[in-house]
């Protein structure tokens, strides 16, 4: 399997994944969205709140909130405080606001440092004079498969590129205007896909072609990858440890199949 990466930021990621099988490449979207195991807010207790939202509508809100860090912590099942809660499962984040003013993620205070809100700008509820808004959130480790909060990839997906081929081309040039997206070109007495990433296999252009001379198809070895990320964590990081998992996996069900050899 060979990656080819066209666009890497924290945030977003865009690549060719060629010379592998789409199972294989599903298995890593699906990982990337369900595996992955990220911090989020998972109880909060209210002390004062005198804002127009109840306190179940403000804790769906909180848990909403994508924070980054927490490498080190463990899941509740993990952790040999049976449920209980400590330093090593939870982060306690405080959150004391006083109206008039709009509550903002920022304004959460986390006990660790590095576990904080991706994003300071996010608006939790707006406070008018005389309101309060006390409470301490309690932030664990868990995926998607649990709750959908815990989810870091927010926009995973794949699609075939495409096998182009031309035989016999009369140079009649309909496919050339048939095509969407303008990507298709006449030159040297054939025609050729100037910019096969921006091809979506509608198949229009071999539709207008009436001597059939065209083909395209999608190519089940390769396939461009584009994942966004909440901010939890960069997208490379999403991608290393959706791998991992995958091949975890893989060897847990390697040596129990082992079992019956």
Do not use: W
């Not at 909130?65 to 099942?77: D, F, V, W």
């Not at 921006?198 to 059939?212: I, S």
């Amino acid at each position: 399997m060979d990656l080819e990466f066209l666009e890497l930021t924290d945030r977003r990621a865009r690549f060719i994944i060629s010379d592998t099988a789409p199972a294989l490449v599903n298995s890593i979207r699906r990982s990337m969205m369900a595996d992955v195991r990220t911090m989020s807010i998972d109880d909060v207790n209210f002390y004062n709140n005198t804002s127009v939202l109840f306190d179940e509508m403000l804790a769906l809100r909180l848990g909403l909130i994508p924070l980054t860090g927490g490498k080190h912590y463990l899941s509740a099942s993990e952790c040999s405080c049976n449920g209980e809660g400590c330093f090593q499962c939870q982060v306690s984040m405080t959150l004391n606001v006083q109206g008039p003013a709009t509550v903002y993620s920022r304004d959460l205070a986390s006990a660790d440092a590095e576990v904080v809100p991706a994003d300071g700008n996010i608006p939790i509820i707006k406070l008018f004079e005389g309101q309060q808004l006390l409470l301490e959130a309690i932030a664990r480790k868990g995926s998607a498969k649990n709750h959908a909060k815990f989810q870091s990839a927010i926009a995973t997906s794949y699609k075939y590129l495409p096998k182009f081929s031309v035989q016999e081309c009369n140079g009649c040039k309909e496919c050339v205007d048939a095509c969407p997206r303008g990507i298709i070109r006449y030159e040297n007495g054939s025609v050729h896909i100037a910019d096969e990433l921006q091809c979506t296999l509608c198949n229009l252009c071999v539709e207008a072609c009436d001597t059939h001379a065209i083909s395209v198809t999608g190519d089940p070895q390769r396939f461009l990858f584009y994942t966004e990320s909440d901010g939890s964590m960069s997208c490379i990081d999403l991608l290393t440890t959706s791998v991992e998992s995958l091949m975890n996996r893989a060897s847990e069900l390697a040596t129990y199949l082992g079992t019956f050899g």
